[in-house]
Each structure stands twice: as C-alpha cells, then as structure tokens.
C-alpha cells in the first residue's frame, strides 16, 4: 500500500504503481462511448496515463487542460485521462472546454485502479483513484511513475514529459 494525503491528512491506496521498467498492466476502461478501451488498443503509441480522483474537482481539471496543452504536440503520444467519473461527464467536461487532445477512460466497470494500486481503500475518496502519472512506451513498458503526495496538488507535468 501507498500513503498520500488530502488535506494533510493520511490515506492509503490498493497498492503500489507498477514500476519503471516493468509491463504495464493490462486495463479495460469505459470510453466515452462505452466501449472498452484497452492499453493492448493503444499498443505502438506513447500513453501518459493521468489519473484523478473526478473531473469535477479543480485540481483534476487543470491537469486535463496541461496535459491537452502540453502532450498535443508530441508524435505518437497519447494522453488518457482515467478516473471513476462515468465517460458522459468526462466527455461533457472535455466538450465545454474545448479539450480535444486528450482521451477519457472511466473506471466504473473495470480494476484499473488495483492493478495500478491507485484506488483509495479508505477516508472520504475511498473508491476513487489517487492522482497519479504513468507513463507508458510504445513497446508497454512503465517509463515514468508519480503518485502525487498531497492530494490537491497537480503533478510533474515536466517530469513526466521529459521521458518522452
């Protein structure tokens, strides 16, 4: 288990994230679609996996609008952002943003979340993932791993870039 912290105050996760080197675990996340989005679809690409708690909160959005910023310029990279959000808000929110750079990845149905040791196992997100960055290469390998310390605070977007 990990230990991050919203507010100041401690929480644990399902585990931990997968680390550099390694395989990406396989997933199946919802698309904005309902279809099955898998990491084996995106197989030959360079995914930067942004994952949060909702859509709905400050934090999560501003790092939807960087990484729709800052990724869009670079040759085969895909940026999916996950979270337990149903894909229609995921998509709403991206849609009323203009954010179009970027794809959704719901994990209503899916494991997503304990195969990345992401979800919080306990407190008042308990059910929802911690944010954190993987990045993924083009062959599925784990190049680059963050799970934010604190809760409300936005990753490294530079440091996750900076692999690719």
Do not use: W
């Not at 930067?48 to 670079?74: G, H």
């Amino acid at each position: 288990m990990a230990s991050v912290t919203l507010k100041g105050n401690p929480f644990s996760t399902a585990g931990e994230l997968p680390a550099v080197g390694t395989a990406a675990p396989g997933f199946a996340l919802a698309a904005a679609d309902l279809s099955d989005l898998t990491l084996e679809s995106l197989a030959g690409k360079r995914v930067i996996l942004n994952i949060f708690p909702s859509v709905d909160t400050p934090t999560c959005a501003t790092s939807i609008r960087k990484f729709n910023e800052q990724a869009a310029s670079l040759d085969n990279t895909v940026v999916l952002c996950i979270s337990a959000d149903l894909p229609f808000a995921m998509a709403r929110f991206c849609g009323a943003e203009g954010i179009d750079n970027v794809l959704v990845g719901s994990t209503f149905r899916s494991s997503f979340g304990d195969a990345y040791g992401v979800t919080f196992i306990e407190g008042p997100l308990k059910g929802l993932m911690s944010r954190s960055v993987v990045v993924v290469d083009k062959d599925g390998s784990v190049l680059h791993t963050q799970q934010v310390a604190e809760t409300a605070d936005e990753p490294d977007y530079d440091a996750a870039l900076a692999v690719l």
